[in-house]
Structure formats: C-alpha cells, structure tokens
C-alpha cells in the first residue's frame, strides 16, 4: 500500500491526469478486491472507513470518473449494509452510496439524470431507453438506491421509490440477467419475498429469480441460499426448505475470489437463522 501511494504521489506530481485516473481507478479496485476476499470480518469492520475516506479523496481529484464513482458507490453501501447498526450512520452513508452511484449514472447518461424526479409511469416508460453500455452504472445505481431504501424502512417517503428500484432491476435482467453472476436476480428475489401473499407479495416469482441466481453463480455466492432461506423459505413456511439451504451454506468453503467476505457474513447469519428455526416454524 505504501509503496502505491508513492507512485501514486509521483503521478500527481507528473500532472499526467490520464495516468493519475487510471492509477486511482486501478487503486480503487484493489481496494474493494482486498474487503472482499477478507474472510476476517472484524478486520473489515475496523478497517474499512480508513478505506471510504481513501475513495472519498480519489473521487475529489476525478469527480467526473465514473469507475471511481461506482467504485465508492459500491464499497460505501456494502460497508453500510454489512456492518453498521447504527441507523443514523447507515443512513448517511447510504446517502453517499446513493449519490455517488446517481452521479455516475448522469455523467453516463446526462439525456436521463433526473428521471428519479419523474412519477413511477413516466420513470418506468424511460427504462427501454437504458441499454446494454449503461448497464453498470445503471445496476450500482439499482444497488444503492436498494440499500438507501433498506436504511429508511421506516420513511414510507423513502419506500415508496422500491417500485422504481425494482424497475432499474428489471432492466437489468432484461439487458443481460447474468450480470453481476445474476445479482440482480437476487435482488428482484428479495423484493418480491418482502410481503407475504396475502398482502400482496409474490413468492413463486421470488422462488424463480432465487433459483436463477444460483444458478448463475454456481452456487459460490452463500449470501444467495441464506436469502433464499430467510426471505422466502420462512415466508411459504417451508421449513425442509429452509434448514436444507443454511446447512449448505455451513458446509460450504467460504472461500472464493472476490466472495470471500459476503460468503464469511452468509455463514454467520445462516448459523443464526438456523438456531432460530425450531422456534420460527
């Protein structure tokens, strides 16, 4: 690390801003590729601000980068999703997940920046014009505008925008549904596992976006199954279901290249989950 700010240093030094963006976005990815291949996670959680502040400073020198954009967008919300409890803190730092990922998205596509402004037929009308170049940007953004709903459960202002999100996550799948190993499968599992049938929820097309995703990361992202068991095994009641897919994820390795972390958090909640079961069905 030391000797990468060095060169780091010397490049700004140099005044060659095409190799400083390229050496802070390269920078920028070593930093997410090392929290996510950590399998301590008290070493991410005491470690990480060091790390958002890090990213903060290489977005003030580029704030017209997008990677870098996404980049913080992406470490910002997974640290705020993962490890605070806090619920003021969460929410302020899913406000700058949000803002950085949005910032990314206009900068992509300035004809569309403000559709988040538009009511939700006029927003979902814009969807077809995203296509498969936007896809990046338009999934972090899908992403962060999740986790900054997830931190104002209780803000029915803020939840009223899931409509929207779940539309940026559809696009999604329709432009290419392995992107991100099916991530956004995942999310769209999530969402529609959030209400029980009878108040409107719709499990069956969780079950197919669930089995999707597994499908499409081979079964190497844990967090899939633990969701899986927690948002719709419990929701049907399904209890063979549940127990069956947190024993996986136990007895699975958790160890995978650039998994590593979310597989180490998986374990750890299907180990709770688990405990719980008896009691729950």
């Given at each position: 690390?030391?000797?990468?700010?060095?060169?780091?240093?010397?490049?700004?030094?140099?005044g060659?801003?095409?190799?400083?963006?390229?050496?802070?976005?390269?920078?920028?990815?070593?930093?997410?590729?090392?929290?996510?291949?950590?399998?301590?996670?008290?070493?991410?959680?005491?470690?990480?601000?060091?790390?958002?502040?890090?990213?903060d400073?290489?977005?003030?020198?580029?704030?017209?980068?997008?990677?870098?954009?996404?980049?913080?967008?992406?470490?910002?919300?997974?640290?705020?999703?993962?490890?605070?409890?806090?619920?003021d803190?969460?929410?302020?730092?899913?406000?700058?997940?949000?803002?950085?990922?949005?910032?990314?998205?206009?900068?992509?596509?300035?004809?569309?920046?403000?559709?988040?402004t538009?009511r939700?037929?006029?927003?979902?009308?814009?969807?077809?014009?995203?296509?498969?170049?936007?896809?990046?940007?338009?999934?972090?953004?899908?992403?962060?505008?999740?986790?900054?709903?997830q931190?104002?459960?209780?803000?029915?202002?803020?939840?009223?925008?899931?409509?929207?999100?779940?539309?940026?996550?559809?696009?999604?799948?329709?432009?290419?549904?392995?992107?991100?190993?099916?991530?956004?499968?995942?999310?769209?599992?999530?969402?529609?596992?959030?209400?029980?049938?009878?108040?409107?929820?719709?499990?069956?097309?969780?079950?197919?976006?669930?089995?999707?995703?597994?499908?499409?990361?081979?079964?190497r992202?844990?967090?899939?199954?633990?969701?899986?068991?927690?948002?719709?095994?419990?929701?049907?009641?399904?209890?063979?279901?549940?127990d069956?897919?947190?024993?996986?994820?136990?007895?699975?390795?958790?160890?995978?290249?650039?998994?590593?972390?979310?597989?180490?958090?998986?374990?750890?909640?299907?180990?709770?989950?688990?405990?719980?079961?008896?009691?729950?069905?």
């Open positions: 690390m030391t000797r990468s700010l060095i060169v780091l240093l010397a490049l700004l030094v140099s060659c801003s095409s190799m400083i963006n390229s050496a802070t976005r390269d920078m920028a990815d070593n930093l997410n590729n090392a929290i996510l291949n950590q399998d301590d996670l008290e070493t991410v959680r005491q470690g990480a601000p060091a790390y958002l502040i890090m990213i400073s290489f977005i003030q020198g580029s704030p017209q980068n997008p990677d870098l954009l996404t980049a913080g967008s992406t470490l910002y919300g997974a640290y705020a999703g993962a490890f605070v409890d806090e619920p803190r969460a929410r302020r730092l899913s406000e700058k997940s949000l803002q950085y990922a949005h910032d990314a998205f206009c900068i992509k596509r300035s004809d569309l920046c403000d559709i988040d538009l939700f037929p006029e927003f979902e009308a814009k969807m077809p014009a995203l296509d498969l170049d936007d896809i990046d940007e338009l999934y972090t953004w899908g992403v962060a505008w999740t986790g900054w709903i931190a104002r459960s209780d803000d029915w202002n803020a939840v009223a925008n899931l409509p929207k999100a779940k539309a940026v996550m559809m696009r999604v799948v329709e432009l290419d549904p392995t992107w991100d190993d099916g991530g956004a499968q995942l999310y769209l599992a999530v969402m529609n596992s959030l209400l029980p049938p009878s108040m409107g929820g719709k499990p069956d097309i969780a079950r197919d976006h669930f089995e999707q995703a597994v499908e499409m990361n081979q079964g992202n844990l967090m899939v199954k633990t969701l899986y068991a927690q948002y719709y095994a419990r929701v049907v009641f399904d209890q063979e279901l549940h069956s897919l947190l024993n996986e994820v136990i007895a699975t390795d958790a160890t995978q290249p650039g998994l590593t972390l979310i597989n180490t958090l998986a374990q750890e909640e299907a180990r709770k989950l688990l405990s719980e079961s008896a009691d729950f069905f």
